[in-house]
């Protein structure tokens, strides 16, 4: 996949408020759903005989605790901090904790190293270079950009924290670690995930797609879990529960500087806005038990995460045809090929429009949502009907230096739907100055995307084939006889 999480599902800062917010949820006490109940705590919060739902590691979850932020949390603190947070991730979640969950502090600088957030384009890897295309495809990242880098340096300044399943343990990012401070946000959001380790096993092969799509929409499940808790905790925080307050200057997790990438950033988000509003509707349809069945099953789209639905990708069949030397990256992807999907597509007509002009959607339509779990609108009109997509990178090696390019098929639930797409695509390259040279070929004179395009639509396909030049977009793909 292109946005590599790896193992750390990690907790993003929104760039913008939260939208939709909503009146404090008032605690209705115990609570059974799927044949767990909420335990009723005693008067003097004393520990029950065994473990319940509802209170953890010696602490209730409505019990009142003592912990002060102003000046760091010690490690007493600590533990009754997360001690309690976990007995109310269980109230909302209605899952017991199998066991405490260690959270642990690093510096910002420390996860940028880790992370290798300075990466840059020396010693690129087969799939750094694979990846490059994938990006330059979507008008993200330019020719002279390294989609790694940039992909490093969002998350580094982006990132809160993040759960590790391989170490089974949270670690949180702060700019202060002899004195850290942690928000609710972040520490109720990562203790999800531990939660989902514990029950689910995040570890395993389905929570691990081979494509950028497939990953987004794994992600939409394992994050908009999260999400829809946290945002649950919060709402409850000045009402129902009193909640640990955290300093405003610090807050254990915003943003790290410069090196956003707007374009990456809005990718990456997708799953923290339209996953919770997915988890909702689960919920709203059959309780808790249907994301606990979804985790057997994750979703495969980002499509069936923007409009909760079931349908699935259309397959499609690819006959690699290049000569000259052009060639696919076969041991990447799913046989050298990804699939961005109709997130990712939304992201280049939405970024695009933002940084080019182009014609494309209204960016400022990004803000409208109607769900109060939602942050941002990742529904438009040249992505939607999306019927699923493959890219397949090439590269041209020689003596002196290699050539790239791609062949993006993309397959669409109606003609309606493709020709909108390859219009919106056109009006993409009409912003980047593009001369137009004989039939379906487009040119990019100069710039970060200067190469050369041939834009087909045949029934509910619509194929971009790009290169260097137009003679290397015959080669890579030679028009049909």
């Given at each position: 996949?292109?946005v590599?999480?790896?193992?750390?599902?990690?907790?993003?800062?929104?760039?913008?408020?939260?939208?939709?917010?909503s009146?404090p949820?008032?605690?209705s006490?115990?609570?059974?759903s799927?044949?767990?109940?909420?335990a009723?705590p005693?008067?003097?919060?004393?520990?029950?005989e065994?473990?319940?739902?509802?209170?953890?590691?010696?602490?209730?979850?409505n019990?009142?605790?003592?912990?002060?932020q102003?000046?760091?949390?010690?490690d007493?603190?600590?533990?009754?901090?997360?001690?309690?947070?976990m007995a109310?991730?269980?109230?909302?979640?209605?899952l017991?904790?199998e066991?405490?969950?260690p959270?642990?502090?690093i510096?910002r600088?420390?996860?940028?190293?880790r992370?290798?957030?300075?990466?840059?384009?020396?010693?690129?890897t087969?799939?750094s270079?694979w990846n490059?295309?994938v990006?330059?495809?979507?008008?993200?990242?330019?020719?002279?950009?390294?989609?790694?880098?940039a992909?490093s340096?969002?998350?580094?300044?982006?990132?809160?924290?993040?759960?590790s399943p391989?170490?089974?343990?949270i670690?949180i990012?702060?700019?202060?670690?002899?004195?850290?401070?942690i928000?609710n946000?972040?520490?109720?959001?990562e203790?999800v995930?531990?939660?989902?380790?514990q029950?689910y096993?995040?570890?395993?092969?389905?929570y691990?797609a081979?494509?950028?799509d497939?990953q987004?929409?794994?992600?939409g499940?394992?994050?908009?879990d999260?999400s829809?808790?946290?945002q649950?905790?919060?709402?409850?925080?000045?009402?129902?529960?009193?909640c640990v307050e955290?300093?405003?200057?610090s807050?254990?997790?915003?943003?790290g500087?410069g090196?956003?990438?707007l374009?990456?950033?809005?990718?990456?988000f997708?799953?923290?806005s339209?996953?919770?509003?997915?988890?909702?509707?689960?919920?709203r349809s059959?309780?808790?038990?249907?994301v606990d069945?979804?985790?057997?099953?994750?979703?495969?789209?980002?499509?069936q995460?923007?409009?909760?639905t079931?349908?699935?990708?259309?397959?499609?069949?690819?006959?690699?045809?290049?000569?000259n030397g052009?060639?696919?990256f076969?041991?990447?992807?799913?046989?050298?090929?990804?699939?961005?999907?109709?997130?990712?597509?939304?992201v280049?007509?939405w970024?695009q429009a933002?940084q080019?002009?182009?014609e494309?959607i209204?960016?400022?339509?990004l803000?409208?949502?109607?769900n109060r779990y939602?942050?941002?609108?990742y529904?438009?009109?040249?992505?939607a009907?999306?019927?699923n997509?493959?890219?397949f990178?090439?590269?041209?090696?020689?003596?002196?230096d290699t050539?790239?390019?791609?062949?993006?098929?993309?397959?669409?639930?109606?003609e309606?739907?493709?020709?909108?797409f390859q219009?919106?695509?056109?009006?993409?390259l009409?912003a980047?100055?593009a001369?137009?040279?004989?039939?379906?070929t487009?040119v990019?004179?100069?710039?970060q995307?200067?190469?050369?395009?041939?834009?087909?639509?045949s029934?509910?396909?619509?194929?971009?084939?790009?290169?260097?030049?137009?003679?290397?977009?015959?080669?890579i793909?030679p028009?049909s006889?």
């Amino acid at each position: 996949m292109n946005v590599r999480y790896g193992l750390a599902v990690v907790a993003v800062a929104a760039l913008l408020a939260l939208a939709g917010c909503s009146a404090p949820v008032q605690d209705s006490g115990p609570v059974t759903s799927g044949g767990e109940t909420v335990a009723s705590p005693p008067a003097n919060f004393s520990d029950p005989e065994s473990d319940v739902l509802g209170w953890e590691d010696g602490y209730w979850y409505n019990e009142p605790v003592s912990v002060d932020q102003s000046d760091g949390l010690s490690d007493e603190e600590m533990r009754t901090y997360v001690g309690r947070a976990m007995a109310r991730v269980e109230v909302i979640r209605k899952l017991e904790f199998e066991r405490r969950v260690p959270v642990s502090v690093i510096s910002r600088e420390t996860y940028r190293n880790r992370s290798g957030g300075g990466g840059g384009a020396a010693g690129e890897t087969d799939y750094s270079q694979w990846n490059d295309q994938v990006w330059e495809a979507l008008f993200v990242t330019g020719e002279s950009q390294n989609s790694n880098a940039a992909i490093s340096s969002t998350r580094t300044s982006a990132v809160a924290g993040f759960y590790s399943p391989s170490d089974d343990e949270i670690k949180i990012i702060t700019g202060t670690p002899e004195s850290p401070t942690i928000s609710n946000v972040t520490l109720v959001h990562e203790l999800v995930h531990g939660l989902q380790d514990q029950h689910y096993d995040l570890t395993d092969r389905r929570y691990s797609a081979e494509t950028q799509d497939g990953q987004l929409a794994t992600d939409g499940l394992i994050e908009g879990d999260a999400s829809y808790v946290e945002q649950q905790y919060i709402e409850r925080c000045g009402g129902a529960w009193e909640c640990v307050e955290t300093p405003a200057a610090s807050g254990g997790g915003g943003g790290g500087g410069g090196g956003m990438n707007l374009g990456i950033f809005l990718t990456i988000f997708q799953p923290y806005s339209d996953g919770p509003v997915y988890v909702d509707s689960l919920i709203r349809s059959e309780g808790w038990s249907a994301v606990d069945e979804s985790f057997q099953t994750p979703p495969v789209s980002s499509e069936q995460i923007i409009h909760r639905t079931d349908e699935t990708p259309v397959p499609i069949e690819y006959r690699d045809r290049a000569r000259n030397g052009w060639e696919t990256f076969p041991q990447q992807g799913e046989g050298g090929s990804d699939t961005v999907g109709e997130a990712s597509m939304y992201v280049m007509f939405w970024y695009q429009a933002r940084q080019s002009g182009a014609e494309t959607i209204n960016p400022r339509t990004l803000g409208n949502v109607n769900n109060r779990y939602d942050t941002y609108n990742y529904a438009a009109e040249p992505s939607a009907g999306w019927g699923n997509d493959r890219l397949f990178p090439y590269r041209n090696q020689t003596s002196n230096d290699t050539e790239y390019g791609y062949v993006w098929v993309t397959e669409w639930d109606s003609e309606a739907d493709a020709r909108q797409f390859q219009q919106a695509y056109q009006a993409v390259l009409e912003a980047q100055n593009a001369d137009q040279r004989g039939e379906a070929t487009y040119v990019i004179p100069d710039g970060q995307f200067a190469d050369a395009f041939r834009v087909t639509q045949s029934g509910t396909r619509v194929t971009i084939v790009n290169g260097p030049t137009v003679d290397d977009v015959s080669n890579i793909r030679p028009r049909s006889s």
